[in-house]
Nanobody, 127 residues
Framework: QVQLVESGGGSVQAGGSLRLSCAGS????????MGWFRQAPGKEREGVAT????????YYADSVKGRFTISQDNAKNTLYLQMNSLKPEDTAMYYC????????????????????WGQGTQVTVSS
């Protein structure tokens, strides 16, 4: 049974940093898509950053480019999101997601389906 568990959320002031982690379990695939998504109250879910664990350039939403960095530790089945220079508009529930549809190969666009989701971790940025 695939499980994704996020951690690392919290409350910070604008300009601060947080590092989110997503621990995956219940699978042994080595190359697949993973990503971070967020949803603020009253807004649609947004793809923040995605990555193909087999290598390649990650995707970043324009709103986070240059501030957020997605990374992985394949040995630990763990995904990270380093968030720097946080802004109040980054306030949202952040979700980790994964998809193992290998027909997609390394196409990890956030607009494509992601079939496994974590429970989310709240990030609140105050001005």
């Amino acid at each position: 049974q695939v499980q994704l568990v996020e951690s690392g959320g919290g409350s910070v002031q604008a300009g601060g940093s947080l590092r989110l982690s997503c621990a995956g379990s219940g699978y042994t695939y080595r190359s697949y898509c993973m990503g971070w998504f967020r949803q603020a109250p009253g807004k649609e879910r947004e793809g923040v950053a995605t990555i193909y664990t087999g290598g390649g350039s990650p995707y970043y939403a324009d709103s986070v480019k240059g501030r957020f960095t997605i990374s992985q530790d394949n040995a630990k089945n763990t995904l990270y999101l380093q968030m720097n220079s946080l802004k109040p508009e980054d306030t949202a529930m952040y979700y980790c997601a994964a998809d193992f549809d290998f027909r997609r190969r390394n196409n990890c666009a956030p607009t494509l389906p992601y079939n496994y989701w974590g429970q989310g971790t709240q990030v609140t940025v105050s001005s």
